[in-house]
């Protein structure tokens, strides 16, 4: 249950003149979800890429389950969805599931089982033969959690799941995801939603390219003397409470 | 490469179920072909009507017989002015002097300024010749009469030389003799003249003519006609400037069709985030890039049968060479234009963006890959050409389809397109570590 997934390390990330990430320690442990919150420009998104292995880090090092990133051939160990769908909307469900998972490179015998198994999980099946095009927005963000679960991934990255969905199919992802979990897998996700900074194990405050705090959400409210993980943000960024 | 096979069977599905993006690319080729054919051919029967004034008869004769040219007399310039004015005509010829005219055009479409100005040439020559003619047939029968004379006039001196005989006047026979040589030389030499004259009216009166007429009168008078058959090496008579740019707009629109397709394809899937996410599986750069040739590939050959089936089947158009040839030469400019297009959709932010590489890359290669001769053109110009892909596949397939070469003798076009093909196709497998690092 403590074996590291991934692990950065002082990343420092320049674009240009502009260094958006100034020193970056991040860790994900086998078996816990790791929140990532921070306002817009933070450098969320930046750190995701880092992690794999689309950027390459200019200072520091980024390890992804004992691989020094950027590694070509480990993106199949890991499940992503991005903040975008990302779909195939003139595909149906099942195709974009069936071709994400070649290239994911299940097994030929297997993909049929994953699909059906994934597609359960976020609650799509009847749904499976229908054009994305005809999706609900709902819809679609669960087919994107399907097919980064795709392939039984070691390590889940995911780049704010729950934006624009419903609170009820909400709470169904977390479920999800706290079965990841409990499968002993690690889960990196970021969001600009506080409440869901509370449901993560430890989460990791990024501030202009810095993690100013990293802890249990419990322990960091605690340290900030403040009730919610809100206000643990706002103290952090030096707004007047 | 497994995944690229999977890419393509997905780009392919993708486009399927796009009924009008496929429409476009297998009906719209034929449909601008077919109106293509219907505009080129129509150009080719102008007809020109031209009005007269104080035109010798006989000229106005052989210009009406000139095809195509219709004549019309006009009393006065003024009237022949207001006809030309209200585009009753669309020239006047006027005799100005003895042997000079004045041709006024309405100078509007430069093909019938030609006619005119051709067919009046012809007619000049045909009525120069007549009268000609009639000066050697003339001629011709004074020298009859003069020849008659001399036989008398020698028949004469004959008798008296033999009348002479007894006299033996050495010095009186030598001038006899001499007196006879020299008629009988100038007589024979106008003789010359006369045929020699008429073999050249005869030869420039054939020239004239032979453009409008397999069949033209000899210039003997004696109406022996001289047939010309004519046989040609690539189509028919019908053959025109549609049937030459067919090869080229072939590879035209699998370019284009291609270009424009691929590159907004691959554009959609960098904008909705699935190239993110295909980046984010361990698919290979160069497996992305093989996966949209493969399919593309397969759409420009589908996309070339239909184009040679309609334009072979519908428009009678000859391909000499083999088909194989064709499809070979199609498939590698459909590859060219996927890379180009996948290529230059890394510049283009939105949809409208990319259909802004049409003025700029597109519409360029039909000007210089061969569609407009570009043989009369300066030479920095023709050098636009050879950076072009089109010119390549053009020259190509204008060899395969009306010269009948094979694939083995076009190994500099064929080496070329490659060549395109490795760089292009290099630079895209490198622009995609943008995306992704490895």
Redesign the interface.
Known sequence: MTATQMNLNHVVKRFGKQTVLQGVDLTVQAGEIVGLIGPSGAGKSTVIKTA?????ADGGSATVLDTQM???????R?G?M??????????SGR?NLT??G????VGKNALAPAIAHVAAVVDLTPDLDK?VAGYSGGMKRRLSLA?ALLGDPELLILDEPTVGIDPALRRKIWRELDAVRDAGRGVLITTHVMDEAELVDRVALLLDGRVMAFDRPAALEQQYGVATIEDVFLKAEGVAL | M??AW??AR?VI??LL??KRTLALMFVAPVLIMFLMKLVFTANSTTGVTVATVGLPTNVRTALNDVKHVTVVKRGTEQAAKRALADQKVDAYIEKTAANRYRVTYANTDATKTALVKAGFGAALTAAGVKTLQQTVTKMGKTITVMSATIKKLSAAQAVAAAKAAGAAGGSAAAGTGATSGAAGTAGSSATTEAASDSTAAGDSAGAATSDTTATTKASTGKAAKVKVTNRYRYGNKDTGFFDKIVPILMGFFVFFFVFLISGMALLKERT???L?????????RGEIVAGYMLSYGVLAIIQTVIIVLTTVGFMNVEITGSLFAVMVINFLLALVALAFGILMSTFAQSEFQMMQFIPIIVIPQVFFSGIVPLDSLADWVKNISYVLPLTYAGNAMTQVIMHGKGLLSLGLDIAVLLLFLAVLSALNVRGMRR????
Request: charge should be positive; avoid cysteine.
């Open positions: 794999l292995g689309m950027e390459v950027p590694n070509r051939a480990l993106l199949g890991i992503y991005a903040q975008d769908d990302a779909l195939y909307s003139t595909l195709e071709f994400f070649r290239m994911k490179d054009r097919i | 497994r995944h999977f890419i997905r599905a993708e179920r796009d909705t985030g699935t993110d996410r295909l980046l984010a599986t361990p698919v290979r995306y992704r690092k490895v």
